[in-house]
């Protein structure tokens, strides 16, 4: 079904098809998780939204490490350019929790920050909570499908497009969100921190309506970056993508060829721009141009440098916002600054 090696980390996995998804998969996943005896073993549930013309992005997650009981996550809420993740207005995120947090499975958590989900209905409808009142801060949220979860060959990752509305609180002012967001979930994989000679990986999301949303993992390629040729970074277009899908007028298609341009900041390797052309295993070919709208520095492992994103997509006369979430290592950084 898949050509996805076990010893190759996550983010390498190429997605070859797709492979059928219960209500379950809304729960943890004991049994695949015990295969695995990797400290590294994790389960995660992804969330962000955002309110693009206030330059609103958020991150919310639940990770889970079973083989050492313990969970990390929370939620980050900013605006803007934000230097720290400690810079942004809502940043509440806690590494070590005891995973007697998740009790009531995924049914209904409570982190101690009060960070919270609660399954309404399973692959349909989740009801997310948080309030600091101290900070005054806020989040009431309700994310409802709006496209079939998509889950990946292997059986251990799913995304799904949802409509997100309800209220956000930040340092006091009210804002209304309704947006749109590809959230996601994964198990039964270890995750290593090993570094990687690798160069700028991007996870690419946007929703353009109900009908047209796509998602797009990708390395930069030498065609769109072309310092990397005779380097150890180099990667060809044709090797760049890791996974990807197109959901358009009722029909996923799995993505089999990218084509990644980007623009970078000097220093912190911001994608300033970033367009792609991308074709499913259907046929279709849509392009996709972007421009960076804000961006938080997430410090969740010590050795690597990821960056949550809200990009500006435009596509045939549309405009979408959707995440950029990047990942850089050390070796990158030494030949930038050695270059």
């Known amino acids: 079904m898949s050509d996805m090696s076990e010893g190759k980390p996550f983010f390498l996995a190429r997605n070859t098809g797709f492979a059928p998804i219960s209500e379950k998969d809304e729960l943890l996943h004991p049994e695949q998780n015990k295969l695995v005896k990797d400290d590294t073993l994790t389960e995660t549930q992804y969330f962000g939204f955002c309110v693009p013309e206030e330059g609103i992005h958020a991150l919310a ?4 490490h079973p083989n050492l009981g313990v969970v990390s996550g929370g939620i980050n809420v ?3 350019i934000t230097q720290t993740m400690a810079h942004a207005e809502l940043a509440d995120w806690r590494t070590f929790m005891s995973d007697s947090v998740l009790k009531n499975d995924l049914h209904d958590f409570r982190f101690a920050n009060g960070y919270g989900v609660r399954i309404v209905e399973p692959l349909k409808h989740l009801h997310m909570t948080y309030a600091d009142p101290v900070r005054k801060n806020s989040v009431d949220l309700h994310f409802k499908g709006v496209a079939p979860p998509i889950m990946f060959a292997d059986g251990n990752h799913f995304e799904q ?8 609180v930040l340092r006091g002012k009210r804002y209304n969100v309704d947006c749109y967001n590809v959230r996601d979930r994964s198990w039964g994989k270890p995750r290593q921190e090993t570094i990687q000679t690798l160069p700028p990986l991007s996870w690419v999301t946007g929703t353009f ?3 047209f949303s796509f998602n797009c993992n990708m390395f930069d390629c030498i065609e769109g970056n072309p310092e990397l040729k005779g380097t150890p970074f180099a990667i060809t ?10 959901y358009r007028d009722g029909k996923v298609g799995n993505i089999v060829s990218v084509r990644k341009r980007v623009g970078r900041a000097p220093g912190n390797l911001l994608p300033i721009t970033l367009d792609f052309e991308a074709t499913d295993d259907l046929g279709r070919t849509f392009n996709v141009k972007g421009k960076l709208v804000s961006s938080l520095m997430q410090t969740a492992w010590q050795n690597i440098d ?13 405009v979408a916002y959707g995440d950029c979430q990047e990942a850089n290592w050390t070796d990158y950084f030494h030949f930038i600054n050695g270059r």
């Open 61 to 64: 997650y639940l990770w889970h």
């Open 78 to 80: 900013w605006k803007g």
């Open 161 to 168: 497009t949802m409509k997100v509305t309800g209220e956000l």
């Open 209 to 211: 309506n109900d009908n």
């Open 237 to 246: 277009a044709e090797n760049s993508l890791n996974s990807g899908w197109l």
């Open 306 to 318: 990821i960056h949550i994103n809200l990009m500006r997509w435009e596509c045939e006369g549309m």
